[in-house]
T-cell receptor, first 113, second 114 residues
Framework: KNQVEQSPQSLIILEGKNCTLQ??????????LRWYKQDTGRGPVSLTI?????NTKSNGRYTATLDADTKQSSLHITASQLSDSASYIC????????????FGTGTRLKVLA | GAGVSQTPSNKVTEKGKYVELRCDPI?????LYWYRQSLGQGPEFLIY????????DSGLPNDRFFAVRPEGSVSTLKIQRTERGDSAMYLC????????????FGPGTRLTVL
């Protein structure tokens, strides 16, 4: 069964600190992996997308990595800001149907002043 | 419009009632998707439209759920005989046609069934 698991479930850090969120997937055949940021009560917004051949992708203070061999991805946030407080969702698409996003349960990040 | 819009933003209804949730996709996006998100969970796929037709409705939980997109733009998700378990955030997304095109999400409709 195609699944996406994320850890930790929740995380609290101080403003200015770095953090790393993890994503493991069993989706096959793999097409691409996205990280989305979802503010409370809002729809998800895309941060990065990576295909099979890409190992790293950056978007400002966000850096995503992908290891297609171990089926693992991480999202590293540098110099966190209060506005980074949100849920971060890992989303994987299978090559058999790239329109059907398979979502992880998300990591809820809280950045404290 | 500039983004995907959904109305209403919140809907409170009583068990057994009928509800309609509306989605206005980004202009020019021929693909449209509905998802359901329970509290603390990731969104779950419901249905995918290519133009006016439902290309994949395998995620609809039962026959109380139905969605239409009669003119290939605005879509309506319809839920009959609502149950308390239907309470969730309903998200709509749209994208350009083609593989790997990014889905842009609306703000969602929070449905509460009392």
């Amino acid at each position: 069964k195609n699944q996406v698991e994320q850890s930790p479930q929740s995380l609290i850090i101080l403003e200015g600190k770095n953090c790393t969120l993890q994503c493991n997937y069993t989706v096959s055949p793999f097409s691409n992996l996205r990280w989305y940021k979802q503010d409370t009560g809002r729809g998800p917004v895309s941060l990065t997308i990576m295909t099979f051949s890409e190992n790293t992708k950056s978007n400002g203070r966000y850096t995503a990595t992908l290891d297609a061999d171990t089926k693992q991805s991480s999202l590293h946030i540098t110099a966190s800001q209060l506005s980074d407080s949100a849920s971060y969702i890992c989303v994987v698409s299978a090559a058999s149907g790239t329109y059907k996003y398979i979502f992880g349960t998300g990591t809820r990040l809280k950045v404290l002043a | 419009g500039a983004g995907v819009s959904q109305t209403p933003s919140n809907k409170v209804t009583e068990k057994g009632k009928y509800v309609e949730l509306r989605c206005d996709p980004i202009s020019g996006h021929t693909a449209l998707y509905w998802y359901r998100q329970s509290l603390g969970q990731g969104p779950e796929f419901l249905i995918y439209f290519q133009g006016t037709g439902a290309a994949d409705d395998s995620g609809l939980p039962n026959d109380r759920f139905f969605a239409v997109r009669p003119e290939g733009s605005v879509s309506t998700l319809k839920i009959q005989r609502t149950e308390r378990g239907d309470s969730a955030m309903y998200l709509c997304a749209s994208s350009l046609m083609g593989q790997n095109n990014e889905q842009f999400f609306g703000p969602g409709t929070r449905l509460t069934v009392l």
